[in-house]
């Protein structure tokens, strides 16, 4: 069985680019949740999308945008980047919600 | 919000000996994961504790869920050096998969 997959698995961008993630989850999964990681910050909750609906949303600045695809696949945008976006972005699928969480490899984005 | 506390930090053990991270957490939930993550690599799940007194184990590892006390340990028995790694614990509110992770537990197993 397929786990999550997500690509890019690293990118570098610079101050003011954007940049889209996507992720596939695993067949038959319904939610896909993002988190960042950062050395500072941890683990942070970014979105959770649900049949194509945001059900949840962290704190984090408008910047950050996601969404879901009718097949479940998903992707996250993050516009205007910052330095501070420097992060391990990490997808998780599961079947429900609240549910045990899947994570995938992740996509770590460097902002120069 | 939920804050979501590890303790210790950093662990540094001789292979053989027991230890235990603690994981306490600030607003009542009755779900809690455990996650181990190797440098580089993603998360993986090790448990998921569903209800107050829930108690799993697979092989070294075993955990427990306090929900009164908002506590969950994660107790390593005759450490190896495999299991070194960072383990996080997390807490749902029960409204989707927002999940508050701990800080974080880097477990260092020496020969």
């Known amino acids: 069985k397929a786990g999550v997959t997500q690509t890019p698995r690293y990118l570098i961008k610079t101050r003011g680019q954007q940049v889209t993630l996507s992720c596939s989850p695993i067949?038959?999964?319904?939610?896909v949740s993002w988190y960042q990681q950062t050395p500072g910050q941890g683990l942070q909750f970014l979105f959770e999308?649900?049949?194509?609906?945001?059900?949840n949303k962290g704190n984090f600045p408008g910047r950050f945008s996601g969404r879901q695809f009718s097949n479940s696949r998903s992707e996250m945008n993050v516009s205007t980047l910052e330095l501070g976006d420097s992060a391990l972005y990490l997808c998780?699928?599961?079947?429900?919600?609240?549910?045990?969480?899947?994570f995938g490899e992740g996509s770590r984005l460097t902002v120069l | 919000e939920l804050k979501v506390e590890q303790n210790p930090l950093f662990l540094s053990m001789q292979e053989g000996k027991n230890y235990t991270i603690y994981c306490n957490y600030s607003?009542?939930?009755?779900?809690l994961y455990w996650y181990r993550q190797d440098p580089g690599k993603s998360l993986e799940s090790l448990f998921v504790?569903?209800?107050?007194?829930a108690v799993k184990q697979e092989g070294r590892l075993m955990a427990s869920l306090d929900t009164k006390a908002r506590l969950s340990t994660l107790h390593i028995t005759a450490a190896v050096h495999d299991l070194s790694a960072t383990y996080f614990c997390?807490?749902?509110?029960?409204?989707?998969?927002?999940?508050?992770f701990g800080t974080g537990t880097s477990l260092t197993v020496i020969p």
């Open positions: 998780a699928s599961s079947r429900g919600s609240p549910e045990e969480l899947f």
């Open positions: 999308y649900f049949s194509e609906t945001q059900r």
């Open positions: 504790l569903l209800s107050n007194g």
């Open positions: 607003t009542t939930s009755d779900r």
């Open positions: 067949s038959g999964h319904r939610s």
């Open positions: 997390a807490v749902d509110m029960g409204t989707g998969n927002q999940f508050y």
